[in-house]
T-cell receptor
């Protein structure tokens, strides 16, 4: 399974943008970049995914480097409810299984 | 459909006892996954099913662990002769098998404490 590297933790102020980085230098051509997050005492939930182009949805934006060796999850206005562990995951077509790393703990200050 | 449900939410058991957890996936989902998560770590893959067939098992799944999905709907995860090291959150997820991206939906988990 291709590996990802994320910072252990990050901190943000409420209502400010947050950029969560992920390095995946060994990504293969068929790997999608997925982001999931896990709120306290909850199971993980899907945030966004992409292959090559930048993606936007109601929760976040995903910026993917041209060489695809890194990506950034962007929360445009962090709220206290965005405090969670964010996981960057590579997964080939078909979603055989998700392989989670330790993720980034995001703390949001009011 | 309210999503993936797991039962029980919490289980305390004595070392050496057997425990069984149940997962009810989203009804049209043909894939079902089990994960284990310990404090401060990301979820670790244990096994997954496509319909009733168990397609992959992790090395983490010792002989004391067994999972079933008898009719391709709900699944059970049994741990025999529990040990203190089995204490963890056990998460179930479901998805639709597809050649393109599909989202995995997770339940809230069953927290097991072995005393």
């Amino acid at each position: 399974d291709a590996k990802t590297t994320q910072p252990n933790s990050m901190e943000s102020n409420e209502e400010e943008p947050v950029h969560l980085p992920c390095n995946h230098s060994t990504i293969s051509g068929t790997d999608y970049i997925h982001w999931y997050r896990q709120l306290p005492s909850q199971g993980p939930e899907y945030v966004i995914h992409g292959l090559t182009s930048n993606v936007n949805n109601r929760m976040a934006s995903l910026a993917i480097a041209e060489d695809r060796k890194s990506s950034t999850l962007i929360l445009h206005r962090a709220t206290l409810r965005d405090a969670a562990v964010y996981y960057c995951i590579l997964n080939s077509l078909g979603l055989d299984k998700l392989v989670f790393g330790a993720g980034t703990i995001l703390r949001v200050k009011s | 459909d309210t999503g993936v449900s797991q039962d029980p939410r919490h289980k305390i058991t004595k070392r050496g006892q057997n425990v069984t957890f149940r997962c009810d996936p989203i009804s049209e989902h043909n894939r079902l996954y089990w994960y284990r998560q310990t404090l401060g770590q990301g979820p670790e893959f244990l096994t997954y099913f496509q319909n009733e067939a168990q397609l992959e098992k992790s090395r983490l799944l010792s002989d004391r662990f067994s999972a079933e999905r008898p009719k391709g709907s709900f699944s059970t995860l049994e741990i025999q002769r529990t040990e203190q090291g089995d204490s963890a959150m056990y998460l179930c997820a479901s998805s639709i098998r597809s050649t393109s991206h599909t989202e995995a939906f997770f339940g809230q988990g069953t927290r097991l404490t072995v005393v």
